[in-house]
Nanobody, 123 residues
């Protein structure tokens, strides 16, 4: 059974930092791209970042570029999202996802999803 488990969310003041983790089990994702998405109340799930397992190439949403960093540890089958300079508009449930078949910014392209972790940024 494939599982993605996120952790590291919480409440932080604006300007603060959090590091999210996504631990994968049930299979290795060494040949799959991994992404982070977020969903705020009343809004659609939106792309945040992606990392390619093969070469580590990354891409980010414009809204987080320069503040967020995605990374991965292949040996631990884990992907991370370091979030700096957090803003109230970053408040959302953050999800990791794996196995892309299609455009990596489209959530419909991902086969596996975690349960999400809440990030709340206070002003």
């Amino acid at each position: 059974q494939v599982q993605l488990v996120e952790s590291g969310g919480g409440l932080v003041q604006a300007g603060g930092s959090l590091r999210l983790s996504c631990a994968a089990s049930g299979r290795t994702f060494s040949s799959d791209d991994m992404g982070w998405f977020r969903q705020a109340p009343g809004k659609e799930r939106e792309f945040v970042a992606v990392i390619r397992w093969s070469d580590g190439r990354t891409d980010y949403a414009d809204s987080v570029k320069g503040r967020f960093t995605i990374s991965r540890d292949n040996a631990q089958n884990t992907v991370y999202l370091l979030m700096n300079s957090l803003k109230p508009e970053d408040t959302a449930v953050y999800y990791c996802a794996a196995q892309i078949r299609g455009f990596y910014r489209d959530p419909r392209s991902y086969r596996y999803w975690g349960q999400g972790t809440q990030v709340t940024v206070s002003s």
